[in-house]
């Protein structure tokens, strides 16, 4: 019988067409279709393993437009990589999907996946039906869960005591590039999610902080600004470069004469209306002034621009303003110094002005760049973070090396169970699972087993990265965690000597772990499901 | 000599009797090969690729057939058929095309010998006429007085569907939700009424089912961070007002001729917007919802005022608002004081929520809540795609269930009753039509036969288990797949509404009839586009 994808012929040898544009669509099927699914899986897989762990390397990308992004988080480079394969793209997206949940264990959870496709392939040959095979990855994923919350421990979450939360951004930020000032960068990390977090709702709200890169200074010089960093400078040269107990107007209408929205047009056809014209605008620029000046404004923020006019009366009025401040700051400077966003200046009362204890303008070296730094401001739960460093590589990097130490302290606000790295905590679970396979009476078992061997990859690659001998340290630590009944015991990446991963504080957040397992075994079982892909032609080669 | 006279335009392709009607049934058959493999529990998905780039995982018969892009006309009338299945019930769109294409590769035997479609159309009918009268009187129905009990029902009903599909290992998980969801609704069960939203990052476990509204954040200007974003008990306002500052009129031009009237056009247009928001705030409500947008100033105006908005909501995300906090959508806001109530809904919690990297409004206990919320989590975009098509399914059969009580054993079950009842009819009728309608029986095997295929079990033998199941009266015996044996499916509670079959039935016995009918497709060389010719080629008959 002819199958679809191939021409099927009829009683006089004719062709018969039934899809469209069916002799140059590409077609696999059955268990070749399996096998070029792992092969991609694992492929993509393969590329981040190597950014795993403190030790792991990072990966430099360069876009069509010649941008350089340099970087080990593993959701990074899966989206700069420009997958093209069907199976590859499950897999950006599955730790695309870490990352807006979790914001860590990117790399984690891709190598986890390849993993269990790779070892999928085996059972595969072994004659096992796909699905069976997923079914027992989920079988063995719920065992792993269930280990999981068992080895767990609740952390102790005290505003006063941050050390707990400080080791955990630490043990995120060691495997980045800004692990040379990491307990630097964790600390910030850490107080910059204290000022905001809403510790009732037990939520975080990341609009609140805002982190702000520029190029230059060391990587030490990495501040937390509690209020905000503006990327602007006051709009004439003269005005003051400092205003303590600022009080600012923050406003989002221009400085000229208002306009109809409606399509208008004056008419002016005798001197004596130009001259009426002038008088008016000037008039409005002075009561403009004078509106702000009786609301007892000393500063003057604007989401729009003035002309040369305009900021010459500021100046004369000692009104130092800043203009063109786009509207996520403006949002942020109001919310910080309590004021009110005043769409007119009608409108401008004293209530509404915000309140700043000290706005300056920071310069950096001999760039001529400024920037502006409002401080001490009346409601403290913003905060901006302001990373430098050497060049612009270095300082996206550490950027998004915060984001995900942010993340991770959210995590814990949230939850604050948390279990050990280093691999630790998936050797533990490797070998819980392993026991309880052999209790399955189905072909699940394999399985199970299998899921086991995959989940010992991700201390294997982090053993491989550190330069250790990968298969000999995964087995000492497994049989001593056996002999001593110490989940706790890890890869000791960094060669301190001990690989209880408790005194080393190497400290994960549950979520974190739960949501890689799951979710890389649900994509897995996704990936395994198929067994038919149709490609267009166009993409044959 | 005779002139050749033309009749057809140049190039026209025409081909007719009964090689014909083989060819077209031969196509039907190779439609049908593309999605035999999706069938059951152990069915797998397709992944297809279309022109732009897409992908789509599915299992769903439908849904692969609509992306193959059938050309064929007669090889259409399946994807037709699987189509108005999926419209109708929803489910079961894989099983009517494999039906339809069995029923006619049973029937080509007698076409192939000579005998006149007709004779095998009429037999056709009449066996389906009996089928779905044997359907009726076998089925059984829900007692729907005792609620506990019929959500028992409903719920294995939706786990029967969602058996096959990537989330079999949470059936129970999703079933509850579906089931749950449909039993919120009002006596008509819309379907628009439960609204499905989709956030990836996340693990399956993690989906919930709201018992309200749910919808993501809108784009909000400046000023919405600093609303308030949690009230109870509010007092909700729905509106199709643009609340922004703009332009009154379209193409209006306004003429001015003195600078004193331009300061009184901005203040009109101020005016005119300041009016419509102070009402609202005199109103006294917390929460507007606007399928127009609203702008930045009357964003602000909200903020200082302690209200919350959200402009540019989707429409049928305000429509299910408006079913579950009440209220009335409204155009204008003249006319709008404390007194009128019902213009405005309300509900017990209005909040927002982070989930994943989205922030979502959630309207919950709201006091007429006959809608629901789904919001789906997931690994992959494809994925959560295809959960959400596993979703409707269970939905529609849910929908059915509840409208009509009968159900029937799945898993090939009542299949293989219908064959065996239809086979003992067959030795009762003289002529022609007996061998028909022995072999019309023998092509509703199709289904357990498939089932055991794809699950990789020996299908004959399963099959003579079954025949001597059901020869001996065991009605409701089908495959049972975690065993790799037969057992009672109705016992096992693997249930489907017989409205399912019934319907399916039909379809592919229609379509069986109507290709056969078929004797000569006359195809037009491109003109206009394939597909009316296509249309008009089915029209032939």
Known sequence: MPSVGTLAFDEFGRPVLILKGQDSKKRLFGIEAHKSHILAGKA????????????????????????????????????????????????????????????????????????????????????????RIADGYELAAKIALDHLEKISETYPLDLKKLDPLINTAMTTLGSKIVNRCQRQMAEIAVNAILNVADMERRDVNFELIKVQGKVGGRLEDTLLVKGVVVDKTFSHPQMPKQVQNAKIAILTCPFEPPKPKTKHKLDITTVEDYNKLREYEKEKFTEMIKSIKDSGANLVICQWGFDDEANHLLLSHELPAVRWVGGPEIELIAIATGGRIVPRFQELTAEKLGFAGRIRELDFGTTGDHMLCIEECKKSNTCTIFVRGGNKMVVEEAKRALHDALCVVRNLVRDNRIVYGGGACEIACAIEVAKEANKIPTIEQYAIRAFADALESVPLALAENSGFSPIKTVSDIKSQQIAQKNPRLGVDCLNKGINDMKSQSVIETLIGKRQQISLATQLVRMILKIDDIRLPGESED | MKPMIVILKEGTDSSQGKSQVLSNISACQAVAEAIRTTLGPRGM????????????????????????????????????????????????????VLLAAEILKSTRTFIEDGMHPTIV????????????????????????????????????????????????????????????????????????????????????????????????????????????????????ALLNIELELKAERDNAELRLDNVAEYQKIVDAEWTILYD???????????????????????????????MFCAGRVQDDDLKRTQKACGGAIVTTVENLDEKSHQIFGTCDLFEEIQIGSERYNFFTGCPRAKTATMILRGGAEQFIDEVERSLHDAIMIVRRAVKNDAIVAGGGAIEMALSRTLREYSRTVAGKEQMIIAAYAKAFEIIPRQLCENAGFDATNILNKLRQKHAENNIWFGVDITREDVSDNYASAVWEPAIVKINAITAASEAACLILSIDETVKVPKSSSEISNAAKAMNMD
């Not at chain 2, 009402?279 to 903020?303: C, E, M």
């Open chain 2, 276 to 306: 419509k928001l102070e009402k609202l705030h005199r109103a006294g409500v917390n929460v507007v919802l606007s399928k127009l947008p609203i702008g930045d100033v009357a964003t602000q105006y909200f903020a200082d005022r302690e």
């Open chain 2, 45 to 96: 998905d397709k992944l297809i690729v279309d022109k732009r780039g897409k992908a789509t995982i599915s299992n769903d018969g439908a849904t692969i057939l609509k992306l193959l892009e059938v050309v064929h006309p007669a090889a259409r009338t399946l994807v037709d058929i699987a189509k108005s299945q999926d419209a109708e019930v929803g489910d079961g769109t894989t099983s009517v």
């Open chain 1, 44 to 131: 993509v897989a393969d590329t981040l393993k190597t950014s795993l762990g403190p030790r792991g390397m990072d990966k430099c990308m360069v876009s069509p437009d010649g941008d350089i992004t340099i970087t080990n988080d593993g959701a990074t480079i899966l989206s700069m990589m420009h997958v093209e394969n069907e199976i590859g793209k499950l897999l950006v997206q599955l730790s695309k999907s870490q990352d807006d949940e979790i914001g860590d264990g990117t790399t984690g959870v891709v190598v986890l996946a390849g993993a269990l496709l790779e070892q999928a392939e085996a059972l595969l040959d072994k004659g096992i039906h796909p699905i």
């Open chain 2, 121 to 236: 159309i009429r037999a056709v009918r009449k066996a389906t006429a009996l089928v779905t009268e044997k359907i009726r009187e076998i089925s059984i129905n829900i007692k729907k007085d005792d609620a506990k009990e019929q959500k028992l029902l409903l719920e294995k009903c939706a786990q029967t569907t969602l058996n096959s599909k990537l989330i079999a290992r949470q059936r129970e998980f999703f079933a509850k939700m579906v089931v749950d969801a449909v039993l919120m609704l009002d006596d008509l069960l819309p379907l628009n009424m439960i609204g499905i939203k989709k956030v990836t990052g996340g693990s399956l476990e993690e989906s919930r089912l709201v018992a309200g509204v749910a919808f993501k954040k809108t784009f909000s200007y400046a000023g919405f961070e600093m609303q308030q974003k949690k009230y109870s008990n509010p007092k909700i």
